[in-house]
Protein backbone atom coordinates (compact mmCIF):
# COMPACT_ATOMS: atom_id res chain seq x y z
CA UNK A 1 0.00 0.00 0.00
CA UNK A 2 1.27 3.43 -1.03
CA UNK A 3 1.81 6.07 2.08
CA UNK A 4 3.51 8.21 0.52
CA UNK A 5 2.71 10.98 -2.65
CA UNK A 6 4.87 9.51 -5.86
CA UNK A 7 6.37 12.80 -6.61
CA UNK A 8 7.05 13.48 -10.55
CA UNK A 9 10.40 14.52 -10.08
CA UNK A 10 11.05 11.03 -9.17
CA UNK A 11 9.80 9.39 -11.83
CA UNK A 12 11.78 11.56 -14.05
CA UNK A 13 15.11 10.11 -12.45
CA UNK A 14 13.53 6.50 -12.82
CA UNK A 15 12.92 7.06 -16.49
CA UNK A 16 16.47 8.71 -16.66
CA UNK A 17 17.75 5.61 -14.49
CA UNK A 18 16.12 3.02 -17.11
CA UNK A 19 16.88 4.56 -20.43
CA UNK A 20 20.59 4.84 -19.40
CA UNK A 21 20.89 1.92 -17.35
CA UNK A 22 22.81 3.76 -15.47
CA UNK A 23 22.81 5.85 -12.29
CA UNK A 24 26.36 7.62 -12.98
CA UNK A 25 25.27 8.70 -16.36
CA UNK A 26 21.59 9.92 -15.29
CA UNK A 27 23.09 11.69 -12.81
CA UNK A 28 25.17 13.31 -15.73
CA UNK A 29 21.86 13.55 -17.57
CA UNK A 30 20.00 15.36 -15.20
CA UNK A 31 23.24 17.29 -13.64
CA UNK A 32 22.15 15.45 -10.37
CA UNK A 33 24.79 14.10 -7.91
CA UNK A 34 24.68 10.48 -8.10
CA UNK A 35 24.62 9.93 -4.78
CA UNK A 36 21.38 11.98 -4.72
CA UNK A 37 20.23 9.79 -7.68
CA UNK A 38 20.54 6.76 -5.84
CA UNK A 39 18.58 7.97 -3.02
CA UNK A 40 15.62 9.41 -5.22
CA UNK A 41 15.56 5.46 -6.90
CA UNK A 42 15.64 3.82 -3.40
CA UNK A 43 13.05 6.46 -1.76
CA UNK A 44 10.41 5.08 -4.91
CA UNK A 45 11.06 1.76 -4.22
CA UNK A 46 10.11 1.96 -1.03
CA UNK A 47 7.41 3.84 -1.29
CA UNK A 48 6.26 1.10 -4.29
CA UNK A 49 6.98 -1.71 -2.11
CA UNK A 50 8.40 -2.97 -4.78
CA UNK A 51 12.33 -3.38 -6.29
CA UNK A 52 12.78 -1.35 -9.80
CA UNK A 53 16.07 -2.41 -11.12
CA UNK A 54 18.77 -5.05 -10.80
CA UNK A 55 22.01 -3.57 -9.63
CA UNK A 56 24.87 -4.92 -11.63
CA UNK A 57 28.50 -4.88 -11.62
CA UNK A 58 28.23 -2.62 -14.46
CA UNK A 59 24.94 -0.35 -14.23
CA UNK A 60 21.00 -1.19 -13.36
CA UNK A 61 18.26 -3.23 -15.63
CA UNK A 62 14.63 -3.19 -14.88
CA UNK A 63 12.70 -5.70 -12.41
CA UNK A 64 9.33 -6.96 -13.78
CA UNK A 65 8.09 -3.67 -11.70
CA UNK A 66 10.06 -1.43 -13.55
CA UNK A 67 8.91 -2.43 -16.38
CA UNK A 68 5.55 -2.10 -15.53
CA UNK A 69 6.45 1.50 -14.14
CA UNK A 70 8.12 2.31 -17.27
CA UNK A 71 4.66 2.90 -19.24
CA UNK A 72 3.01 4.80 -16.29
CA UNK A 73 5.84 6.68 -15.82
CA UNK A 74 6.08 8.01 -19.67
CA UNK A 75 2.46 8.39 -19.86
CA UNK A 76 1.91 10.15 -16.39
CA UNK A 77 5.11 12.80 -17.32
CA UNK A 78 4.17 13.66 -20.95
CA UNK A 79 -0.24 14.50 -19.32
CA UNK A 80 2.39 16.69 -16.99
CA UNK A 81 3.55 18.50 -19.88
CA UNK A 82 0.51 18.45 -21.96
CA UNK A 83 -1.22 20.04 -18.78
CA UNK A 84 1.44 22.85 -18.18
CA UNK A 85 1.11 23.69 -22.06
CA UNK A 86 -2.84 23.91 -21.97
CA UNK A 87 -2.35 25.92 -18.49
CA UNK A 88 0.04 28.04 -19.16
CA UNK A 89 -1.40 29.51 -22.50
CA UNK A 90 -3.75 31.86 -22.14
CA UNK A 91 -4.95 31.48 -26.04
CA UNK A 92 -6.03 27.77 -25.06
CA UNK A 93 -9.45 26.88 -25.54
CA UNK A 94 -10.61 23.98 -23.98
CA UNK A 95 -11.41 22.66 -20.58
CA UNK A 96 -15.15 23.92 -19.63
CA UNK A 97 -17.58 27.46 -19.32
CA UNK A 98 -20.22 27.68 -17.11
CA UNK A 99 -22.56 30.20 -17.77
CA UNK A 100 -25.73 31.56 -15.57
CA UNK A 101 -29.10 32.85 -16.78
CA UNK A 102 -32.56 33.17 -17.05
CA UNK A 103 -35.35 30.53 -18.01
CA UNK A 104 -36.94 32.84 -20.30
CA UNK A 105 -33.69 34.00 -22.05
CA UNK A 106 -32.66 30.02 -22.29
CA UNK A 107 -35.79 29.70 -23.72
CA UNK A 108 -35.46 31.74 -26.18
CA UNK A 109 -32.75 33.81 -27.19
CA UNK A 110 -30.06 31.25 -26.15
CA UNK A 111 -30.01 28.19 -28.18
CA UNK A 112 -28.83 29.55 -31.56
CA UNK A 113 -25.78 30.79 -29.31
CA UNK A 114 -25.25 28.08 -27.70
CA UNK A 115 -25.33 25.89 -30.49
CA UNK A 116 -22.83 27.91 -32.46
CA UNK A 117 -20.33 27.75 -29.47
CA UNK A 118 -20.42 23.93 -29.34
CA UNK A 119 -19.76 23.67 -33.01
CA UNK A 120 -16.84 26.47 -33.23
CA UNK A 121 -15.36 25.01 -29.85
CA UNK A 122 -16.59 21.59 -29.70
CA UNK A 123 -13.58 21.28 -27.14
CA UNK A 124 -14.99 23.16 -24.56
CA UNK A 125 -17.42 21.96 -22.24
CA UNK A 126 -20.16 24.27 -22.09
CA UNK A 127 -22.88 24.10 -18.86
CA UNK A 128 -25.73 26.50 -18.59
CA UNK A 129 -27.26 27.25 -15.05
CA UNK A 130 -30.26 28.28 -15.21
CA UNK A 131 -32.14 30.26 -11.80
CA UNK A 132 -33.57 33.54 -11.45
CA UNK A 133 -31.20 36.73 -11.89
CA UNK A 134 -30.47 36.70 -8.16
CA UNK A 135 -29.39 33.22 -8.26
CA UNK A 136 -27.21 34.17 -11.12
CA UNK A 137 -25.62 37.10 -9.77
CA UNK A 138 -24.65 35.38 -6.17
CA UNK A 139 -22.92 32.32 -8.55
CA UNK A 140 -20.93 34.71 -10.21
CA UNK A 141 -19.49 35.86 -6.91
CA UNK A 142 -18.93 32.86 -5.76
CA UNK A 143 -16.96 31.88 -8.70
CA UNK A 144 -19.68 28.76 -9.24
CA UNK A 145 -19.73 30.26 -13.18
CA UNK A 146 -17.94 32.74 -15.38
CA UNK A 147 -20.70 34.74 -16.62
CA UNK A 148 -24.55 35.48 -16.46
CA UNK A 149 -27.47 36.85 -18.55
CA UNK A 150 -30.01 38.77 -15.89
CA UNK A 151 -32.55 41.58 -16.02
CA UNK A 152 -33.11 44.27 -13.82
CA UNK A 153 -30.58 47.11 -12.17
CA UNK A 154 -27.12 45.61 -11.81
CA UNK A 155 -25.15 47.40 -9.39
CA UNK A 156 -22.10 45.42 -7.85
CA UNK A 157 -18.62 47.27 -7.45
CA UNK A 158 -17.46 43.71 -8.25
CA UNK A 159 -19.30 42.98 -11.29
CA UNK A 160 -19.52 44.51 -15.25
CA UNK A 161 -22.81 44.58 -17.13
CA UNK A 162 -23.02 44.28 -20.43
CA UNK A 163 -26.31 45.28 -22.53
CA UNK A 164 -27.12 42.25 -24.80
CA UNK A 165 -30.88 42.16 -25.67
CA UNK A 166 -33.50 44.46 -25.39
CA UNK A 167 -37.40 42.35 -24.48
CA UNK A 168 -40.80 44.09 -24.65
CA UNK A 169 -43.03 42.70 -21.67
CA UNK A 170 -46.23 41.76 -22.36
CA UNK A 171 -49.04 40.50 -19.67
CA UNK A 172 -50.60 37.58 -20.15
CA UNK A 173 -53.75 36.13 -19.45
CA UNK A 174 -56.65 34.09 -19.64
CA UNK A 175 -58.19 34.24 -23.22
CA UNK A 176 -61.22 36.47 -22.87
CA UNK A 177 -60.90 37.60 -20.06
CA UNK A 178 -59.89 40.66 -18.51
CA UNK A 179 -57.60 40.32 -15.89
CA UNK A 180 -58.52 43.53 -14.28
CA UNK A 181 -62.55 43.36 -14.22
CA UNK A 182 -62.47 42.60 -10.52
CA UNK A 183 -60.61 44.41 -8.01
CA UNK A 184 -60.46 41.40 -5.31
CA UNK A 185 -58.95 37.99 -6.12
CA UNK A 186 -55.79 38.81 -8.51
CA UNK A 187 -53.51 36.11 -9.22
CA UNK A 188 -50.26 36.40 -10.29
CA UNK A 189 -47.70 33.28 -11.71
CA UNK A 190 -44.71 33.83 -11.45
CA UNK A 191 -41.13 32.39 -10.58
CA UNK A 192 -39.44 32.76 -7.23
CA UNK A 193 -38.38 35.46 -5.40
CA UNK A 194 -35.21 37.20 -7.46
CA UNK A 195 -36.78 37.35 -10.83
CA UNK A 196 -36.56 40.30 -11.85
CA UNK A 197 -39.57 40.21 -13.77
CA UNK A 198 -41.75 38.84 -10.97
CA UNK A 199 -40.16 42.51 -8.77
CA UNK A 200 -41.33 44.23 -12.29
CA UNK A 201 -44.82 42.88 -12.13
CA UNK A 202 -45.12 43.18 -8.16
CA UNK A 203 -44.09 47.30 -9.21
CA UNK A 204 -46.22 48.07 -11.54
CA UNK A 205 -49.04 46.58 -9.62
CA UNK A 206 -48.34 48.71 -6.57
CA UNK A 207 -48.02 51.81 -8.86
CA UNK A 208 -50.56 51.17 -10.40
CA UNK A 209 -53.08 50.15 -7.70
CA UNK A 210 -54.15 46.77 -8.09
CA UNK A 211 -53.99 45.81 -5.10
CA UNK A 212 -54.12 43.15 -2.98
CA UNK A 213 -53.13 40.23 -4.94
CA UNK A 214 -51.84 36.66 -4.72
CA UNK A 215 -48.62 35.34 -5.73
CA UNK A 216 -48.68 31.91 -7.36
CA UNK A 217 -44.75 30.35 -7.87
CA UNK A 218 -43.71 28.27 -10.43
CA UNK A 219 -40.53 26.59 -11.58
CA UNK A 220 -40.68 26.60 -15.26
CA UNK A 221 -42.34 28.72 -17.92
CA UNK A 222 -44.47 26.26 -19.53
CA UNK A 223 -46.02 26.11 -16.09
CA UNK A 224 -46.42 29.40 -15.88
CA UNK A 225 -48.05 29.77 -19.51
CA UNK A 226 -50.02 26.35 -19.17
CA UNK A 227 -51.88 27.53 -16.19
CA UNK A 228 -52.58 31.21 -17.66
CA UNK A 229 -54.29 29.63 -20.51
CA UNK A 230 -56.04 27.52 -17.85
CA UNK A 231 -57.43 30.44 -16.06
CA UNK A 232 -55.46 30.54 -12.80
CA UNK A 233 -54.11 33.51 -13.57
CA UNK A 234 -51.88 36.57 -15.16
CA UNK A 235 -48.01 37.15 -15.54
CA UNK A 236 -45.36 39.30 -16.89
CA UNK A 237 -43.53 37.71 -19.34
CA UNK A 238 -40.99 38.75 -22.77
CA UNK A 239 -42.86 38.90 -26.47
CA UNK A 240 -40.03 36.78 -27.09
CA UNK A 241 -41.09 33.86 -24.79
CA UNK A 242 -45.25 34.14 -25.66
CA UNK A 243 -45.31 34.19 -29.28
CA UNK A 244 -42.95 30.84 -29.16
CA UNK A 245 -45.48 28.97 -26.53
CA UNK A 246 -47.55 26.23 -28.25
CA UNK A 247 -50.37 27.83 -25.64
CA UNK A 248 -51.19 30.99 -27.29
CA UNK A 249 -54.58 30.28 -28.52
CA UNK A 250 -55.60 30.01 -24.62
CA UNK A 251 -54.17 32.95 -23.90
CA UNK A 252 -54.59 36.98 -24.34
CA UNK A 253 -51.57 39.57 -25.20
CA UNK A 254 -52.14 42.86 -23.36
CA UNK A 255 -49.66 45.60 -24.27
CA UNK A 256 -47.89 47.64 -21.47
CA UNK A 257 -47.00 51.35 -21.33
CA UNK A 258 -43.45 52.32 -23.06
CA UNK A 259 -42.00 52.90 -19.36
CA UNK A 260 -42.96 49.26 -18.24
CA UNK A 261 -42.33 47.21 -21.04
CA UNK A 262 -39.26 47.78 -22.12
CA UNK A 263 -36.39 45.50 -19.83
CA UNK A 264 -32.69 45.12 -21.13
CA UNK A 265 -31.02 41.79 -20.47
CA UNK A 266 -27.54 42.46 -19.66
CA UNK A 267 -24.36 39.73 -19.42
CA UNK A 268 -22.54 40.12 -16.00
CA UNK A 269 -19.22 39.02 -15.44
CA UNK A 270 -16.56 39.78 -12.51
CA UNK A 271 -14.87 43.34 -13.15
CA UNK A 272 -11.49 42.68 -11.77
CA UNK A 273 -10.61 39.68 -13.52
CA UNK A 274 -8.47 38.61 -16.07
CA UNK A 275 -10.88 37.46 -18.82
CA UNK A 276 -10.70 33.83 -19.52
CA UNK A 277 -10.32 32.65 -23.60
CA UNK A 278 -13.21 30.68 -22.90
CA UNK A 279 -15.63 33.58 -22.50
CA UNK A 280 -14.12 36.13 -24.24
CA UNK A 281 -15.05 33.58 -27.34
CA UNK A 282 -18.26 33.80 -26.17
CA UNK A 283 -18.39 37.61 -25.98
CA UNK A 284 -17.13 37.58 -29.22
CA UNK A 285 -20.46 35.25 -30.40
CA UNK A 286 -22.57 37.44 -28.59
CA UNK A 287 -21.83 40.30 -30.34
CA UNK A 288 -21.42 38.12 -33.56
CA UNK A 289 -24.80 36.82 -33.14
CA UNK A 290 -26.37 40.75 -34.17
CA UNK A 291 -24.83 42.24 -36.93
CA UNK A 292 -25.77 45.85 -36.33
CA UNK A 293 -23.49 45.35 -32.71
CA UNK A 294 -20.44 46.65 -32.89
CA UNK A 295 -19.17 46.20 -29.25
CA UNK A 296 -21.57 45.17 -26.21
CA UNK A 297 -22.94 48.54 -24.37
CA UNK A 298 -20.84 48.85 -21.31
CA UNK A 299 -22.56 49.44 -17.88
CA UNK A 300 -19.41 49.65 -14.75
Keep these: MISVPIEISGLKIFLAVAKKGSI ?5 ELHYVQSNVTIRIKQLEETLGTS ?8 VCLTNSGYLLCDYAEKIIAMVREAEKVVSNPETTAGQLVIGSMETTAATRLPPLLAEYHRSYPQV ?8 SEESLK ?5 QIEGAFVAGVVSHKELIAEKV ?11 NNDPFAKR ?9 AGCA ?3 HLENWLRISGRVPYKIIEFGSIEGILGCVAAGMGISFLPRSVVDSSRVQENISIHNLPTGIANMTTWFVRRKNEKQGHNLKLFREL ?3 EDTGKEDLAIIQ
Design 184 to 192: AGLKVLVFR
Design 52 to 59: LFYRKSRG
Design 197 to 199: YRA
Design 286 to 288: IVR
Design 24 to 28: SKAAE
Design 139 to 143: RLLDY
Design 165 to 175: YEEELVLVAPI
Design 125 to 132: DLNLVTGT
